[in-house]
């Protein structure tokens, strides 16, 4: 069972996954390949991240009681995803993820919708809750702020981003030292405070550690 910094460490290194997406309203799918270089954040990538928690209104604890940067764990990735069409896309991004324990003051926001039901986990003593933090979003160019969950027992990070036209829920769990399992669920974004429950996209892969 990894804690959460120990699972970030055991994420690095070059990865390779076939995934397939199910494009649910338009009842079509697609395959593709990416492989991916993982490494971890080094403290000046971590402060500089954490310099754009000001503009997602989060405040964090800067009491001296607690190693901010340390006890957030996060990872530089830079990767490559050909489909099955022949259309390539690369990427490099920058995440950080920062627990509850971390943040002294948490934004609100009164447009959101509510968490999808999917979402959903128990509060138990071992769930670790958070913010993270992105220097760049997937669906939409500019940093991000999303929530996350890790579970020890099932060495299984959860994360869902709320874009301005969908909300996304990626899952990542590592079920072997070289082998994690991937889901990936995009909803249409609902009204304010509603349950997002129209699914666009589901993706679902298999990722190796080369």
């Known amino acids: 069972m990894l804690t959460l910094p120990e699972f970030f460490n055991a994420c690095t ?9 199910h494009y649910v309203l338009e009842g079509q799918t697609e ?19 954490l310099s754009l928690s000001a503009l997602s209104g989060i405040k964090l604890d800067r009491s001296g009681s607690l190693d901010v940067e340390n006890l957030s764990p996060g990872f530089a990735i830079a990767f490559d995803t050909r489909s099955e069409t022949g259309e390539e896309v690369s990427m490099s991004l920058q995440a950080l993820f920062v627990p509850d324990t971390c943040i002294t003051i948490a934004p609100t926001d009164s447009s959101a919708p509510a968490p999808p039901a999917a979402a ?7 769930a ?24 020890p027992s099932r060495q299984t990070l959860e994360m869902t981003t709320y874009y301005r036209r969908s909300v996304a ?8 030292p070289d082998l994690r399992l991937r889901t990936i669920l995009t909803y249409q974004r609902p009204q304010p405070g509603e349950v997002p429950t129209v699914i666009n996209l589901a993706g679902f892969g298999v990722e190796y550690r080369s």
Not at 120 to 126: A, F, N, Q
Not at 128 to 142: C, Q
């Open 169 to 176: 829920l990626d899952q990542m769990r590592l079920v072997a």
């Open 13 to 21: 290194g070059l990865w390779k996954t076939e995934r397939i997406y």
């Open 120 to 126: 959903s986990i128990p509060d138990t003593e071992e």
């Open 128 to 151: 670790v809750r958070g913010f993270y933090l992105r220097n760049e979003g997937y669906s939409e160019a500019g940093a991000i702020a999303g929530r996350f969950t890790y579970l």
């Open 31 to 49: 395959r593709s390949y990416t492989e991916f270089r993982v490494e971890s954040l080094t403290i000046d990538q971590k402060q500089q991240i």
